[in-house]
């Protein structure tokens, strides 16, 4: 790479419209470019980087792991598969899981295990519900699934088979689906992402479980993003009390090793039989080590709590600096997932942000979304607020 404060990529397909700035390493919540400016990291690789970087615990075992085995293939018993699995089960209160590689892989087999619910049923053309301003992924299905026009825009046709409806809206559902006899399952992020920072009410969560119980459909819960303690408990929807029956995971799950899965509980545990899905790197040795760790880490250093309390201290710092302010709409979020949603579409503050020692991301055109690593201190809190809300300021009075 070469040392530019502009990085260009001939050979990369642009499929993303970059930041032009080159990072060569990073620690703890803190990043450094080529040039050795220093980054606040206020996006954590977009919700991945639970431990944040160079982990001096993670770098070790990671080591030990790639010096012993890095992949074997699923024809053969990996045993710390298992272990994650127990892991993630005692966690969830679930009771199954099949790992794979992103976010879009586990969101994909939930589609899968809700179609074949449906087909074991008896119904030929299962439909699965579907919400406004989601994200799944960008998978031909799971961009079908998502609420967003620009994601879907030139990859036509689209996956038949959902039914699209607002969030936190029990009778919008209750109207959509009424009468369906092959409404399957109900495909919801606990806490929208890329939708920008939108919770479900535990309210609304509670009623589309027992919803689904009514019904027999399948209750399935999004937590790529949302989930992995980011919230201050391991999964969003538990906020609710609620268990889902389907949860896809992801990004934190190993802290920037490339790991996702789906955890079943018992009406979707066992719905796959052997040859209906797999993937190549699903559960590899490596990404599995990167998710014992991490939870292994978490637990040790109390990192649920702290995403929960050093969460609401930013949280709070930003409301009260914030929320007087002309062209600033809602501060919302729960622990380390928050969003600062203006009037008006912000992407340039991204760069400013950025030139000011700071990294984030606008979502939805109009929402900055920071999701930190969960190791962020309180000072780190602060030293964010401070950066994000002169620059927040002086956007909105320049285009008042
Ligand atoms: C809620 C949610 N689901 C799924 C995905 C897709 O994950 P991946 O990019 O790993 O395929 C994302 C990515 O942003 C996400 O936020």
């Known amino acids: 790479m070469p040392h530019t404060a502009t990085p260009v990529e001939p050979h990369v397909m642009t499929t993303y419209g970059r930041v032009p700035i080159a990072l060569s390493h990073g620690r703890g919540s803190r990043v450094w470019d ?29 080591q030990d792991q790639i010096a012993k085995m890095i992949h074997i293939s699923n024809y053969y018993y990996n045993p710390a598969t298992e272990e994650l699995a127990r892991m993630l089960v005692e966690r969830s209160g679930m009771s199954n899981v099949f790992f794979c590689s992103t976010g879009l892989e ?21 439909e699965i519900v579907v919400y406004e301003k989601a994200f799944h992924g960008r998978s031909i299905a799971t961009l ?22 607002p969030v936190n809206d029990i009778e919008a ?28 009410t535990p309210d609304y969560m509670q009623q589309v479980r027992a919803l689904c119980d009514a019904n027999d459909w399948l209750l399935m819960i999004d937590e790529v993003q949302c989930g992995m303690g980011r919230t ?20 934190g799950l190993g802290s920037g090793v490339p790991i996702g899965a789906v955890v079943a509980g018992p009406k979707a545990a066992h719905i796959f039989a052997p040859g209906n899905h797999g993937t190549t790197f699903g559960g590899n040795p490596l990404a599995v080590r990167a998710g014992l760790e991490t939870i292994r880490i978490m637990e040790e250093d109390g990192l649920l709590a702290n995403a929960a309390q050093v969460g609401l201290h930013l949280q ?35 760069q400013r942000c950025a030139d000011a020692g700071l990294l984030l991301s606008v979502t939805a055109d109009s929402v900055v979304r920071m999701v930190p690593p969960l190791i962020l201190t309180t000072a780190e809190a602060d030293e964010i607020a401070a950066t994000l809300v002169p620059l927040i300021k002086a956007f909105l009075a320049e285009q008042a």
């Not at 994601?151 to 038949?160: C, N, T, Y």
């Open 106 to 126: 586990a969101n994909e087999a939930a589609l899968k295990l809700a179609r074949k619910f449906g087909h074991d049923k008896g119904i030929a053309k299962p």
């Open 232 to 251: 201050g408990k391991w999964f969003a929807h538990q906020w609710a009390g609620i268990t889902p029956d389907v949860m896809p995971l992801a990004k």
């Open 316 to 350: 709070t710092a930003l409301v009260t600096q914030l929320m007087h302010v002309p062209g600033v709409k809602e501060v919302r979020g729960k622990g380390l997932m928050i969003g600062v949603e203006l009037d008006r579409p912000c992407g340039v503050l991204v």
């Open 173 to 200: 559902i209750r109207k959509a689906t009424a009468g369906n006899p092959n409404v399957v399952a109900v495909f919801f992020e606990a806490i929208q992402g890329e939708g920008g920072v939108n919770p479900m």
């Open 34 to 62: 080529v040039n050795g400016k220093s980054y606040l990291d206020a996006l954590g690789g977009i919700a991945v980087n639970t431990l944040g970087h160079a982990h001096p615990k993670l770098v070790p075992a990671l």
């Open 144 to 165: 079908s699934a998502t609420g967003n026009p620009k994601v879907q825009a030139g990859f036509g046709p689209l996956v038949e088979g959902f039914i699209r409806v």
